[in-house]
Nanobody, 124 residues
């Protein structure tokens, strides 16, 4: 059973930074690409960033490119999202997601979500 435990969310000021972390269990972590997605109530899930199974390839949504960095540690079975230059529009509930294979990006509907997510609020 896929289990993903997200942490690190909170309140940040515009221009500030936060680091999200996701601890994975229940599957062979090093075999799967991982992503972060976010959701604002009333809006569909938005894919934010993805990383391949070995960490060599990353990808970002245009809305966060240059501000967010995704990384993973296969030994610790964790995937992190470092967020800089936060904007109010980054306010959302963020989820860690397991891809169906080892690639860095898939259709948002192909991911498995096994956690409660973590709330990020950007406000002054």
């Amino acid at each position: 059973q896929v289990q993903l435990v997200e942490s690190g969310g909170g309140l940040a000021q515009p221009g500030g930074s936060l680091r999200l972390s996701c601890a994975a269990s229940g599957f062979t972590f090093s075999s799967y690409g991982m992503s972060w997605a976010r959701q604002v109530p009333g809006k569909p899930f938005e894919w934010v960033s993805g990383i391949s199974s070995d960490g060599s390839d990353t990808d970002y949504a245009d809305s966060v490119k240059g501000r967010f960095t995704i990384s993973r540690d296969n030994a610790k079975k964790t995937v992190d999202l470092q967020m800089w230059s936060l904007k109010p529009e980054d306010t959302a509930h963020y989820y860690c997601a397991k891809g169906p294979g080892g690639g860095r990006r898939y259709s948002i509907l192909e991911y498995s979500y096994g956690g409660q997510g973590t709330q990020v609020t950007v406000s002054s």
